[in-house]
């Protein structure tokens, strides 16, 4: 069975505020019209992007964080859907498919108590089951000649974004991730802090390059492993490039670059990189939006992208409210790829 909520064009357009005189991105997206047969609706669609979102947030709970990384999708399509259609941008080269779902794994999630350890280990036995969902949709989309664009959820989904991108090109896969952390804590059942770890244990991860990671936040035992495998794994640390000036912004991301380059390259951004934006680890200290926008622009314009993921985003309030803010840098990120890959 797959767990895949397709959007109609219907849906897409009731979603869309349109003006007379005016041309939106979500009059000019593509959808899959035949769900029964929604791969080869893929594959026959001349989208080169696949627009989809995770609404859970199961990986971060079980990592002890802060939950509301399900709520990220919704807001984020809005937006990118409400962008003008114009020159710099037309909207056809996507094809927004739907998402992953999650909703019968919240609801048993949601009946856990994080503070016992015999419930994060159920938690953690959920995530897996999240992952199997994830990865064969995201193996469907790759295989169809797709570059999937990825909203919401924890930084868990790295792994079956990873694993499954792997299963289609049958190549090993690099990733560059900007974000503060390496997330590459011990195998100790699947969180949001491991799937990259998960990911290289597996095979499916090569060359790993994380930039933006803060020195004072990741554990003894993931820098140790950078420290042992220099030709497989780099970051370059936030305080080098914005608080000790001792590198360039523009060249650690070279560096970044160049070190994941030659292979089909995963995306990754961690919104815990971006200072105050709500997030499930939300930082005084980090970068701004341009750049992370930077970031993403420039990955796009010189990788050969395998994906972009987006993940983290909790824009949830404790009243309920959803701070839309989140949900328009997420569209701007995904704008700001597009862009970059068609040059």
């Not at 990986?59 to 964080?65: E, K, L």
């Amino acid at each position: 069975m797959v767990h895949l909520e397709i959007y109609a064009q219907d849906e897409i357009l009731r979603r869309t505020k349109r003006r007379h005189g005016e041309v939106k991105i979500g009059e000019r997206v593509a959808t899959v019209q035949d769900t029964e047969n929604w791969e080869q609706g893929l594959k026959a669609s001349t989208a080169r992007f696949v627009v989809m979102g995770i609404p859970e947030d199961i990986g971060v709970r079980a990592n002890y964080g802060r939950g509301g990384a399900y709520a990220a999708w919704k807001p984020s399509l809005d937006f990118l859907i409400n962008m003008q259609s114009n020159d710099f941008l037309r909207g056809d080269e996507m094809l927004v498919l739907g998402h992953v779902r999650c909703g019968d794994l919240m609801a048993e999630a949601d009946k856990l108590n994080y503070k016992l350890e015999s419930d994060i280990h159920t938690a953690r036995e959920l995530v897996s089951e999240v992952d199997a969902r994830v990865q064969g949709i995201i193996q469907a989309v790759v295989t169809a000649g797709k570059i999937p664009i990825v909203v919401g959820g924890g930084h868990n989904n790295a792994y079956p974004l990873i694993s499954g991108s792997h299963a289609a090109l049958q190549k090993d896969i690099h990733v560059i991730n900007c974000d503060p952390h390496s997330d590459m804590r011990p195998l100790q059942g699947r969180h949001s802090g491991n799937g990259f770890h998960y990911a290289w244990e597996a095979g499916y991860l090569q060359k790993y390059a994380v930039f933006g990671l803060h020195e004072s936040y990741n554990i003894y035992s993931a820098l140790e492993l950078f420290r042992a495998h220099p030709d497989r794994l780099t970051f370059e640390s936030y305080d080098d490039i914005f608080v000790r000036e001792s590198i360039h912004y523009f060249d650690a991301l070279k560096r970044c670059m160049d070190f994941v380059s030659g292979a089909p390259c995963g995306i990754e951004i961690d919104l815990d990189s971006i200072q105050n934006v709500p997030v499930s680890a939300r930082t005084p200290s980090g970068m701004l939006p341009v750049d992370v926008r930077r970031f993403v622009w420039h990955c796009a314009e010189n990788l050969p992208a395998a994906y972009l993921h987006i993940a983290e985003g909790a824009p949830v309030l404790a009243h309920k409210q959803v701070d839309n803010k989140t949900g328009k840098l997420v569209a701007y990120l995904i704008t700001d790829f597009v862009k970059g890959m068609n040059g």
